[in-house]
């Protein structure tokens, strides 16, 4: 592009197309197949989409990212909700005191074994950017480990050098529907959520539980989209979108209208899974 904004083409040096698009060259190989302008058309490779690795269209224009994106929106909105209205039922929110069997250094900067000596952690925030790992994942990739998101702080902690008490992410626990701890994936191989950082329970609820308006709202998933599906040396592609079933979609609203808890609705959608869920998380 010249310092004018505008595209020049390389075959007729017009502007506001490139050699590809020039409606000059596909006129002169179209009036002389033997012409040189019809052998330079015929060299040109092919448009391939970084997203599909379609060819005829780039990611720009193409139909199943345009779809996708949608979806993604959608289904990031509807799952957040339902996230944020399971974080209220809890009593999880800024302030509130969570007790976990995660292993943990004290003040003295002693090694604590979680499995006698839990942890207890204030919840301070949950990631609300772009970037976080609190999405529909949970739900499509049962028995997936992402342990950013929810943000705590150690309670008689090791203090950093900056001053500050250390930092604790957790990842969610086992909650039927939005973020199964167990279950089978793209492979057919068990996946389980097991660690510590999942495995955690409120002893104390947040005084305003819940979080932020803006977790769940829609203009922040379409923000999320936007990055998500954005073009760049390591954007992603359609193998690595992933999406809600029906079944799933269903199921979300039908908790977030009342009309079941996670733990019947898990059960509907798993008819022949044991049921380990821990109601507590409901």
Not at 33 to 53: G, H, I, V
Not at 161 to 170: D, K, N, P, T
Not at 237 to 253: D, S
């Amino acid at each position: 592009m010249s310092w004018h904004g505008s595209v020049t083409c390389s075959h007729c040096y017009e502007r506001g197309h490139n050699q590809r698009g020039c409606p000059k060259l596909k006129a002169e190989a179209a009036a002389d197949p033997s012409s040189y302008a019809a052998t330079k058309l015929k060299r040109q490779k092919p448009r391939e989409c970084s997203y599909c690795a379609g060819t005829g269209h780039n990611r720009r224009g193409c139909a199943d990212l345009k779809s996708h994106k949608r979806h993604f929106v959608s289904d990031l909105h509807i799952w957040r909700q339902g996230l944020h209205k399971w974080a209220e039922s809890i009593g999880l929110g800024y302030g509130a005191l969570v007790r976990s069997s995660v292993n943990w250094r004290n003040h003295r900067n002693e090694h604590m074994d979680g499995s006698i000596a839990p942890a207890t952690l204030m919840f301070v925030e949950v990631e609300d950017n772009e970037y976080s790992s609190l999405n529909h994942k949970y739900a499509t990739e049962p028995g997936i480990r992402m342990r950013e998101g929810l943000n705590t702080e150690i309670l008689g902690g090791e203090v950093t050098y900056s001053g500050s008490v250390r930092r604790l992410s957790l990842a969610l626990p086992d909650l039927p529907v939005l973020a199964p701890a167990e279950g089978k994936d793209h492979y057919g191989y068990t996946r389980t959520r097991s660690a510590a950082e999942a495995t955690w329970n409120v002893v104390s609820p947040s005084p305003a539980p819940g979080f932020p308006a803006s977790f769940s709202s829609r203009a922040q998933a379409q923000e999320i989209a936007d990055a998500w599906f954005q073009a760049g040396k390591d954007a992603n592609t359609i193998r690595e979108f992933y999406q809600l079933t029906m079944e799933q979609r269903k199921a979300i609203k039908e908790y977030l209208n009342d009309s079941a808890t996670l733990h019947e609705l898990g059960a509907r959608l798993n008819p022949t899974d044991d049921d380990n869920s821990d109601s507590n998380n409901e």
